[in-house]
């Protein structure tokens, strides 16, 4: 021991101290990772995925919305001594304008620089961090959303995007180059915002003013028609009423903006023969843009007056016989609130054509009168 002692004495008398190169040193066995970091803006409609994604939604106006992200060098051993960060990220400045970006107040510097003089550009470069472990945060930046696009004329579903792409990274400590193990980029996607349409117009119902399912040929039939207006104006339009693709009528229906209103159709089943599916279609107003929707609704057999039933019961098969008087016969004298009252046998009333809830020697005659007509 003592002799060890007198040569290292000696040796530092001779050559000075013996010095042991950082480089020699042991270095962390773990690299940092440089990523971006989106903040959730808290507002409906704006998802924060993960904490590289956030998503604005198609169903609200986003320009004006500020979002934020920062940047962070993460997993940082403590053993790599940072003194220094540079890195340029890119954006998109079509869809995000730049609002700030600030180095955070733990760089002591000097020599820090944000360079943002090119649209969709930061340079970045951040010295002497006050000590630097974990997950060290660099800078803070406030995007501003300008470029979002809106359907139509995009198609539904339609997005933007502005990726946050690093690039030119260089980390640097005590020992030189810090190796940086991930690169996690960021990337912001913007949906195309529904324009609200100055219409939209629903027919949300129709209804037939009786419940018959069989009518005598050449007889009216009232079609009430009930519309809706989900538009951000008031709008008068034209409902028009089908049987199967005939128009059969038309009225004006104003509605006002997310109200409703209803109006009546006559159909006058001269010329009409067979079954018909009812259905009604509102025009749209000119010049506007909206979206109409329309509603198909019901069944109805236009037939001889008199035929209303045939070998299958109820239905009427081209012909006044004695199918039909027999029909009308079995329930005589039966009234609306008995159950074996059948309203397609209730062919007239005092006003020819429309029923007036009983069967009886009106409804018998109707049929005895047309006994043995055929549909040509």
């Known amino acids: 021991m003592k002799v060890a002692s007198a040569i290292t004495l000696l040796a530092v008398f001779c050559f000075g101290a013996i010095v042991v190169s950082p480089t020699s040193a042991l270095l962390p066995s773990t690299n940092p990772d440089l990523a971006v970091r989106l903040v959730d803006p808290g507002i409906i409609g704006a998802d924060l995925i993960d904490p590289q994604h956030l998503t604005f939604d198609q169903y609200h106006h986003w320009n004006g919305t500020n979002f934020e992200a920062n940047v962070y060098i993460e997993n940082l051993d403590s053993g790599w001594a940072l003194t220094n960060a540079s890195f340029t990220l890119s954006y998109n400045a079509s869809l995000t304008s730049l609002v700030s970006a600030t180095l955070n107040t733990s760089w002591a510097g000097p020599g820090n620089l944000v360079d943002t003089s090119t649209p969709g550009i930061i340079n970045v470069v951040a010295n002497n961090p006050t000590n630097p472990s974990g997950n060290v945060l660099v800078l803070n930046i406030t995007f501003n959303i300008q470029g979002q696009s809106f359907w139509p004329p995009q198609p539904y579903g339609y997005f933007d995007t502005s990726h946050l792409d690093f690039s030119n990274i260089s980390l640097n400590g005590d020992s030189g180059l810090i190796p940086v193990d991930l690169v ?26 009786t419940s018959k ?26 409902v028009t009423a089908y049987a ?51 509603l198909t609704d019901g069944w109805i057999t236009v037939a001889i007056v008199g035929d209303i039933t045939g070998p299958t019961t109820g239905v009427p098969d081209g012909k006044v016989d004695i199918r039909d008087l027999a029909a009308i016969a079995k329930i005589y004298g039966v009234y609306w609130w008995d159950p074996s009252y059948n309203i397609n046998y209730d062919l007239t009333g005092f006003q020819l054509g429309v029923p007036d809830r009983k069967i009886d020697i009106k409804d018998l005659a109707l049929v005895a009168k047309n006994y043995g007509k055929t549909d040509p």
């Open 213 to 238: 399912t069989v009518i005598g040929q050449g007889f009216s039939l009232t079609i009430n028609v009930t519309g809706e207006n989900h538009g951000s104006q008031n709008s008068t339009f034209i």
């Open 184 to 209: 996690k980029h960021g990337v912001v996607v913007v949906y195309a915002g529904h324009v609200h349409p100055a219409y939209d117009l629903w027919v949300t119902s129709i209804a037939l003013d």
């Open 244 to 294: 199967n693709t005939t128009p059969i009528g038309s009225k004006n229906l104003t509605v006002q903006n997310w109200q409703a209103n209803s109006t009546s159709i006559t159909w006058n089943t001269t010329g009409f023969k067979g079954k018909y599916q009812i259905s009604a279609s509102p025009s749209p107003p000119e010049g506007e843009y909206g979206y109409i929707h329309n």
